[in-house]
């Protein structure tokens, strides 16, 4: 026979899944900056303000990996792309 949990116990344990879930978060954040910063580092980003490597990040978003790409490029490259430039 199932066990019936009262409102207040269901609640209680929903706010505890909930503050477990918001700590993972904050984890993972902190996990995804780490790597993010990693990959920045070295490919000359590092030198642009926070206000500006904020707006190039912003407007990148915006346009997408493959179109990003594409416009500062000038030609249409993919992440499935092997071919090296000036060989196509």
Known sequence: MPRNR?????????????????????EL????????GEIILGSGLESFSKKGLRKVAEELGK???DAAIEKLTGRGAT???NTAPGTQ
Not at 10 to 17: P, R, T, V
Not at 29 to 36: C, N
């Open 29 to 36: 954040e902190v996990q995804a900056a780490r790597e993010l």
């Open 79 to 81: 992440r499935a792309s």
């Open 63 to 65: 346009l997408g990996e």
């Open 6 to 26: 009262s409102a207040i116990a269901a609640l209680q344990k929903l706010e505890a899944d909930r503050e477990a879930l918001d700590s993972k978060q904050r």
